[in-house]
């Protein structure tokens, strides 16, 4: 059984493009729901495929990368869904061995198992290869399935193939991964952006590069692959360690794909160091966060403190500098609690103390899958060749810092993160703090003579704030005389009064897109005007209907209503006045239609408009326009003020006069 987010999967559309094939009239009819309630409805997979092939969906527009996905997608559902990431590895892996020779026709599928079972007597590493190839071959050999798989793995060139296996391992980690149970998230997925940090930190490694928190080896597939466009680099050893076996089964056959020599293995490095004599020149590594564990006080590696057993955090800083060459970096990632708790300070202070923590990089929030907290880079080296100062470098206002983060450390300086080096006899003065924020200073605040340009500079804009604020009058609203009738949205729009039209998915490259974002920070300058029956005119309402209600008028027109957005259009300005319409929309009488959880929101048809003569409705419309710019104005009074106060302690605190 299959959801209608999973069609939308399958297919390589859009959610609402199902909800069209469903509700809308198509040929052939959409398949009826198999089973599920009207709240998750749920379709027999093979009708779905069957439809999908009568409409000749899916392949057409699927892009090369993609159509392994497609074909293994539309594979009867005695394919266990667990075995996707594997078998898209297993088969590009083996298609790699082909070297131009024709697939036969007869059994293409056991042609590939041949070549990996051959494979494995020259290199050991391909047996998993020819082990789920010889799994699968009683489904997928001798039968249409296997042909038209193997048929998508013809239409992608070589060069590709590692492209097409991400984008399978990518989908898996998605929903059909999450209700498959592969659990793929919990040990990486493709294209994390820590990962691509982490690659370009070590974008010129050489000798031996190691990660003890491998996962399915998206770090070291990314360093791996930087190898074959670059031949300088030269010849690298990859070795990488993960808990979880089905991780580094992946792994393996990533490290195939990209032909670099690798050894994974399956083990808790923390529980028991499993290559005490390991030495690498390079470290990478993205752990688990927080995770509580046993450490065996008696381990060599703890020693600079016995990390707590709440928390593995700083064990696995130490499993790497046991494993640091002498002229090695270790590149690690961590929550930013390790780099100010009360709890981690022992440890941190005998790192600091002996020279091995050579940079700390804040990053921006978000750059993880499943947290939402900027985290840190800790850049280490052993203490044979220990630094007698740290460098800070704060990035997390930085949009891209795996874009520069090599440049940052290989120069010492930055023009997009605040930076600075400090001793490391201040830094044991203080606790050993290596919060990036506690010791770095916008270069513009740091000068005294920019301080006092700056106040002067908001002492000025609050002046004249405060100038044309007093040159407001209050806003007055003569006595209305009429009792106003009350109507609702939906009574407008069935006398045609009125048009309500609900905002659509836009291409990302179209311009002027109104999001539900600007209908409540203010609709952005537009980059020219967009032409077309389904773009805003002049004069249209856009209204938002999550709570608090927002609603502003485009007054030129030429603008993409985009999605959760309603565009309302007047039709009879002789009997409602848009500007009108547009305030009572936002009347605190409207809140109690409200329904929902956490995000409440409101059907807009049901709001409440009171109706008054239209001569009435342009006295009122100018006065919520007088308030509102009044409030406006007010609010750069009290924005000024605060820079004010803000400017002033500047002074105090850098001795500006």
């Not at 020259?122 to 050999?141: C, K, N, Q």
């Not at 190691?210 to 692959?225: H, N, V």
């Amino acid at each position: 059984m299959v959801t209608p987010s999973e069609i939308a999967e399958i297919a390589g559309v859009s959610r609402g493009a199902v909800t069209n094939w469903r509700k809308r009239p198509v040929s052939p009819p959409f398949p009826q729901p198999a089973s599920g309630t009207q709240g998750k409805l749920l379709y027999d997979k093979a009708d779905i495929i069957e439809w999908l092939d009568a409409r000749k969906h899916g392949d057409q527009s699927a892009s090369t990368p993609d159509s392994l996905w497609t074909a293994l997608n539309k594979l009867p559902t005695a394919l266990p869904a667990t075995a996707y990431g594997e078998l898209a590895l297993a088969l590009c892996c083996a298609h790699s061995l082909r070297s131009g020779e024709q697939a036969h026709a007869d059994d293409p599928f056991g042609q590939l198992r041949e070549l990996a079972s051959a494979a494995t007597d020259r290199d050991p590493a391909w047996t998993i290869v020819a082990e789920i190839l010889s799994e699968h071959h009683a489904f997928l050999g001798e039968n249409d399935n296997g042909k038209a798989v193997i048929a998508a793995l013809d239409t992608i060139p070589d060069t590709q193939l590692s492209d097409a296996v991400d984008t399978v391992l990518h989908r898996m980690a998605g929903p059909l991964g999450r209700i498959a149970g592969y659990g793929m998230n919990e040990h990486g997925v493709t294209g994390s952006r820590i990962a691509t940090l982490l690659a370009a930190l070590a974008s010129d490694a050489r000798g031996t590069i190691y990660d003890p928190a491998c996962g399915i080896g998206e770090t070291l597939t990314a360093i791996a692959k930087t190898r074959t466009t670059d031949p300088q680099l030269g010849d690298v050893r990859i070795i990488g360690h993960d808990i979880n076996e089905d991780a580094i089964r992946i792994a393996r056959m990533r490290a195939l794909l990209v032909d670099v020599p690798a050894t994974f293995n399956a083990t808790d490095v923390l529980k028991e160091d499993p290559d005490p004599e390991l030495r690498a020149d390079t470290i990478v590594c993205e752990p688990p966060f927080g995770v509580p564990w046993e450490p065996a006080i008696s381990d060599q590696r703890w020693a600079y403190g016995v990390p707590s057993p709440k928390n593995a955090d700083l064990a696995w800083i130490q499993h790497a500098l046991a494993h640091l060459t002498p002229s090695g970096r270790a590149y690690i990632i961590t929550p930013p609690s390790t780099l100010y708790s009360v709890v981690h300070a022992p440890i941190r202070s005998a790192l600091v103390k002996r020279g091995c923590v050579e940079s700390i990089i804040l990053l921006p929030p978000k750059m993880h899958l499943h947290t939402s907290i900027p985290l840190a880079v800790w850049v280490l080296r052993q203490p044979t060749n220990p630094v007698d100062a740290v460098l800070f470098i704060d990035a997390s206002d930085v949009t891209t810092p795996e874009k520069h983060a090599h440049t940052w450390l290989t120069t010492g300086k930055s023009d997009e993160a605040a930076t600075a080096l400090i001793p490391i006899v201040d830094l044991l003065a203080n606790d050993s703090i290596l919060n990036p924020r506690r010791w770095t200073t916008p270069h513009t605040e740091a000068h005294p003579e920019t301080v006092v340009a700056r106040y002067h500079g908001t002492h000025r804009t609050l002046h004249a704030a405060l100038e044309t604020l007093n040159e407001t009058t209050t806003p007055q609203l003569d006595e209305l005389t009429t009792v106003p009738r009350i109507t609702t949205i939906k009574e407008l729009a069935e006398h045609g009064i009125i048009a309500i039209e609900l905002g659509k998915r836009a291409p990302t490259s179209q311009s002027n897109i109104v999001t539900a974002r600007d209908i409540r920070e203010g609709l952005p300058a537009q980059s020219g005007r967009s032409a077309g029956k389904d773009c805003t005119q002049a004069g249209d309402i856009l209204v938002t209907t999550t709570l608090p209600i927002n609603a502003v008028i485009d007054h030129h027109g030429g603008r993409t209503v985009g999605p959760n957005v309603y565009r309302i259009r007047v039709n009879d300005t002789r009997q409602c006045n848009p500007e009108y319409l547009a305030a009572c929309l936002t009347g605190s009488w409207n809140t109690r239609f409200a329904t929902g959880g956490a995000a409440q929101r409101i059907s807009i048809r049901d709001l409440e408009i009171p109706l008054v003569m239209i001569d009435e409705q342009h006295r009122v419309a100018a006065t919520v326009r007088q308030t509102q710019q009044l409030a406006q104005k007010a609010a750069a009074v009290a924005q000024a003020a605060s820079d004010v106060s803000s400017a002033i302690l500047d002074m105090a605190r850098y001795g500006a006069s």
